[in-house]
Antibody
Framework: EVQLVESGGGLIQPGGSLRLSCAAS????????MSWVRQAPGRGLEWVSI???????FYADSVKGRFIISRDKSNNTLYLQMNSLRAEDTAVYYC?????????WGQGTLVTVSS | EIVMTQSPATLSVSPGERATLSCRAS??????LAWYQQKPGQAPRLLIY???ARATGVPARFSGSGSGTEFTLTISSLQSEDFAVYYC??????????FGQGTKLEIK
């Protein structure tokens, strides 16, 4: 069974950094396209970043230069390093397997950027 | 970037009736269109991909149609568990993947 479990969210001050983790089971992270998608409170879904099986990475313009997506083969985990956080980054962050469509999602982790 | 527009923003339908949700793309996406269902406090769930293929475990009352720029999600006979927010997403031109703003399906 495919399962994704995010962790690492919390309350952080503007300008701070946070690293989100997404532990996967039932499939190999490094063999799949993996994304982060976020949802601000009461808002819709916004794609944030993707990492290809070959290691290429891409980002939404809103986070480019501040966020870094990565993965660890040894523990089958996806990461999102978030730097220079802003109030508008406040959202639930989901990891998702994204081989074109998003067929599996984690439960999400809430990031709140506030002083 | 392809912009996805969903209508209506809110749809009020009685249980047992049919619901029709629309999604429009700013340029052709062929059949590269997915639909998701999201209930409060939950992650989105894949319903439809390839514009019309049901994901594993999705009831037959959910159907998708359309191609190019106009798409429809139809729920043939609404059950209580179907009241949720529905999103469309294109994957023909990515990154970025883009989602519609959502349609809230509420009980009439």
């Amino acid at each position: 069974e495919v399962q994704l479990v995010e962790s690492g969210g919390g309350l952080i001050q503007p300008g701070g950094s946070l690293r989100l983790s997404c532990a996967a089971s039932g499939f190999i992270v490094s063999s799949n396209y993996m994304s982060w998608v976020r949802q601000a409170p009461g808002r819709g879904l916004e794609w944030v970043s993707i990492i290809y099986p070959g290691g290429s990475t891409f980002y939404a313009d809103s986070v480019k230069g501040r966020f870094i997506i990565s993965r660890d083969k040894s523990n089958n985990t996806l990461y999102l390093q978030m730097n220079s956080l802003r109030a508008e980054d406040t959202a639930v962050y989901y990891c998702a397997r994204s081989n074109s469509w998003f067929d599996s999602w984690g439960q999400g982790t809430l990031v709140t950027v506030s002083s | 970037e392809i912009v996805m527009t969903q209508s209506p923003a809110t749809l009020s339908v009685s249980p047992g009736e049919r619901a029709t949700l629309s999604c429009r793309a700013s340029q052709s996406v062929g059949s590269d269109l997915a639909w998701y269902q999201q209930k409060p406090g939950q992650a989105p769930r894949l319903l439809i991909y390839g514009a019309s293929a049901r994901a594993t475990g999705v009831p037959a009352r959910f159907s998708g149609s359309g191609s190019g720029t106009e798409f429809t999600l139809t729920i043939s006979s609404l059950q209580s568990e179907d009241f949720a927010v529905y999103y469309c997403q294109q994957y023909t031109d990515w990154p970025p993947y883009t989602f519609g703003q959502g349609t809230k399906l509420e009980i009439k």
